[in-house]
């Protein structure tokens, strides 16, 4: 997919209309006007885009398309800004940042990102609105449907907003118990682990955090040099499960007497095979009862 080209397919996974419902509104209300490829595909822009999922959010909050469909552009725009102003539940928070990251609105979706947390507080602003907000990205980069530069953009802003959290804590209890969070060789997704941080942190635990891209040999050293008491590492990047089971058994063979925490997609996906000691964290509710 070209930046600025959709397909109808892209139009579907983005705002949530069936291919077969957006053929009807063009056939019946001319919704939208695609062009055509020399073999006669249809494709959309990005006016296209920003109209669809502008119409999709009105039709969701009770809106008939056969009004909606004969609406101005400025219309259309209006009303949306009236319901983002009333409407706030976390499906609509995530429905208005997605419009906002397709179009790099940083002025919005910086406002956005603030109200939410103001409303629901960091933890659950990350459980609510964000986390699954970035499952709703990853389908989408999958298929295609975003560039990993609007990925890349959303992961920044949110590891900002962690760190300042983070930072906000200021509790450093030498005497607590040590958690080593870091991610493998090869794994650069790191916003979950800097959350689970946060809450160990805030919990009262000794983080020591070395985030991304650590290689086995560096464990090695540390573990040396570094008495903890868990240990915690998530697998997101693809691999096989004999890959997976393989890193599991070298990282628990270098930490054998700590308890590690384990969680990632590739984790869900595979279910591997796990060295003792060893607790997957499905979510972010059940580490944090852990820690209470």
């Known amino acids: 997919m070209k930046t600025g080209e959709y397909s109808i397919k892209d139009l579907e996974v983005l705002s949530g209309v069936k291919a077969h ?49 004969k609406w101005t552009d400025k219309d259309i725009k209006d009303t949306v800004l009236k319901i983002s102003e009333t409407k706030t539940t976390e499906k609509d928070y995530i429905e208005r940042l997605m419009l906002h990251m397709l179009h790099f609105d940083n002025y919005n979706f910086l406002r956005i990102i603030n109200e939410v947390l103001a409303k629901l507080g960091v933890e659950e ?59 493998p060789d090869n794994e650069l997704h790191e916003l979950s682990l800097l959350f689970y941080s946060y809450l160990a942190q805030k919990s009262g635990y000794n983080v020591v955090y070395l985030g991304q891209f650590i290689p086995l040999e560096d464990l090695e050293s540390i573990h040396l040099n570094l008495e903890t008491d868990y240990i915690f590492t998530a697998f997101i990047n693809p691999l096989s499960k004999e890959e997976l089971e393989n890193a599991l058994f070298q990282i628990k063979n270098v930490f054998q007497q700590q308890k590690m925490f384990v969680t990632g997609w590739q984790i869900k996906y595979h279910m591997p095979n796990l060295p003792r000691n060893v607790k997957v964290i499905s979510n972010l509710t059940e580490f944090r009862r852990y820690l209470d």
């Open 21 to 69: 419902t957006i053929r009807i509104w063009e056939k019946r209300y001319e919704l939208l006007a695609p062009g055509r490829t020399d073999t006669n595909i249809r494709y959309y822009n990005d006016e296209d885009l920003k109209r669809m999922l502008n119409v999709s959010l009105l039709v969701k909050n009770g809106f008939k398309i056969s009004k909606v469909a």
């Open 125 to 183: 602003s990350v459980i609510k609105v964000f986390f699954p907000l970035f499952e709703k990205i990853g389908t989408f980069w999958q298929i295609g449907s975003i560039m990993p530069a609007q990925e890349h953009y959303v992961s920044n802003i949110f590891r900002q907003k962690i760190i300042a959290e983070i930072d906000k804590l200021k509790i450093y209890n030498e005497k607590g118990k040590t958690i080593l969070f870091f991610l």
